[in-house]
């Protein structure tokens, strides 16, 4: 950077915090925020947060001044997210579908109406949305996608399970992927829909997780009724729009908020202070791991950060998200198992150092496709290596389903 171009940075960012101060709260080294969700089902903090920062468009730049963003160019938005580490943005956990996926892919997919209708909304935090993609019989599978929408004149009529559905329970509106056409192959006859998740025929049944929450559910789905104009994208192009949401998903955009205990942007992040204050650093064979940890997450943070850009300066995160997605999950692995060794028998109880961490680290690697579906589509769209064997790639979707029948 240049000194001019360094001096109207800072005169900038100055800007900035002094829009901010009057809204947030700044960050300290005694700041402690939830990651994911792990442990927590507090939904008004993050609301206030995100209230608060609506109308000046803080919290997602780069969507229209009309929709709660504030027409930002990738520049800005880099410079807001710097500004932004400096205070205490909560754990946005409940919001985070709407505010890095849904969002979006209406703004890349969704018509004029759609947008009008949902943006505002998802940036102020005054509804929630949720995924409604997994099904016992399409996870890493998701082009199998069975729960069907029949259209009947101006409505479509869907019916179907699906499974694991993150924040369902809190939510007001649900991305619904949905099988319109059995007779195309797998990938072709799929569509993505909007449902509202009070509708008649929709039967949200929490499930309990190893770390005790109770974040995703089962979803049924009876004869609920979906306007035509709710529909996201044309009819068979659901798998178009079902990527742009995974390749968000996976890069993490719109990630913005909480913390793993790191004050993001401070010399030595807390969750290290929190280390040495256990006297975990004073054996060097947890001194190094903790460098070496801390320096993978680094990289990762940046490239993350860079591949978050990408998708918000309107592109898509593509294979990238996968590599970020990969190494972001290790980090958090690493750290949150670090934590509680350093707590020694202290680490079982739940109120454990590291312990809510430890026992929701499994689920990062499940979560928004698995590691090895992750490293499938580096293989294949980033190295080029050979694909797997897809036999079912051009046959009707009714002959190749997989599951019941
Ligand atoms: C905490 C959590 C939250 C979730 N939230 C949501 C949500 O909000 N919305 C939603 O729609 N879904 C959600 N999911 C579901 C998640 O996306 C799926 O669990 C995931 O895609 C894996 O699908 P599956 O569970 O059916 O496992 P399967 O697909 O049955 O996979 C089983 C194992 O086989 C491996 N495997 C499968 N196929 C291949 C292959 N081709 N090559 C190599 N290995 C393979 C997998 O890696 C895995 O280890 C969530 C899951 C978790 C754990």
């Avoid at 994911?36 to 993050?46: I, K, P, R, T």
């Avoid at 985070?96 to 997919?109: E, K, S």
């Avoid at 109880?349 to 590691?371: F, K």
């Avoid at 579906?373 to 769209?381: A, K």
Wanted: glycine residues 12%; contains cysteine.
């Amino acid at each position: 950077m240049t000194d001019l171009a360094s001096q109207s940075a800072a005169l900038a960012a100055d800007n900035i915090r002094a829009a901010l101060d009057g809204l947030l709260e700044r960050r300290t080294d005694q700041t402690r925020l939830t990651s994911m969700g792990a442990g927590s089902d507090d939904l008004d903090e993050g609301r206030a947060y995100l209230a608060a920062t609506v109308d000046g468009g803080w919290h997602v730049p780069t969507w229209p001044s009309t929709h709660g963003g504030r027409d930002a160019s990738v520049a800005e938005n880099q410079l807001i997210g710097s500004v932004l580490r400096e205070y205490v943005v909560p754990d946005l956990y409940p919001f985070a579908i709407g505010l890095g996926m849904v969002g979006p892919a209406l703004l890349t997919h969704g018509t004029a109406e759609q947008q009008d209708r949902w943006l505002r909304p998802i940036a102020s935090g005054a509804e929630i949305w949720c995924q409604m993609f997994s099904e016992p019989e399409a996870g890493s599978d998701l082009a199998n996608v069975a729960l069907s929408a029949a259209q009947d004149g101006e409505v479509w009529r869907l019916g179907g399970q699906k499974t694991w559905t993150s924040r369902a329970m809190w939510s007001e509106w649900a991305i619904c992927l949905a099988r319109t056409d059995p007779e195309q192959p797998k990938h072709k006859g799929l569509t993505m829909f909007v449902i509202a998740m009070d509708a008649p025929g929709v039967d949200v049944r929490p499930l309990r997780q190893m770390n005790n929450d109770a974040h995703f559910s089962e979803v049924f789905v009876d004869g609920t009724v979906v306007p035509d104009a709710w529909r996201v994208g044309d009819v068979g192009e659901g798998w178009r729009v079902a990527m742009t949401i995974l390749s968000h998903e996976r890069a993490g955009a719109g990630s913005r908020g909480g913390g793993d205990g790191a004050k993001r942007g401070a010399r030595v992040p807390t969750w290290i202070t929190d280390l040495a204050a256990l006297g975990a650093l004073d054996d060097k064979v947890r001194r190094d791991e903790a460098m070496s940890i801390y320096a993978a997450d680094m990289a990762s943070r940046w490239t993350a950060q860079r591949a978050a850009d990408e998708a918000r300066s309107g592109g898509s995160p593509g294979p990238a998200g996968s590599g970020a997605k990969l190494r972001t999950v290790s980090s958090y692995k690493r750290r949150a198992y670090l934590a509680n060794r350093a707590a020694g028998a202290a680490g079982m109880l739940e109120n454990g150092h590291g312990y809510i961490e430890t026992v929701t680290a499994p689920s990062m690697s499940i979560r928004g496709g698995t590691d090895e579906i992750q490293r499938n589509i580096l293989g294949e769209r980033v190295l080029g290596l050979p694909g797997e064997p897809r036999l079912d790639r051009d046959v009707p979707w009714r002959e190749s389903r997989k599951g019941l029948l």
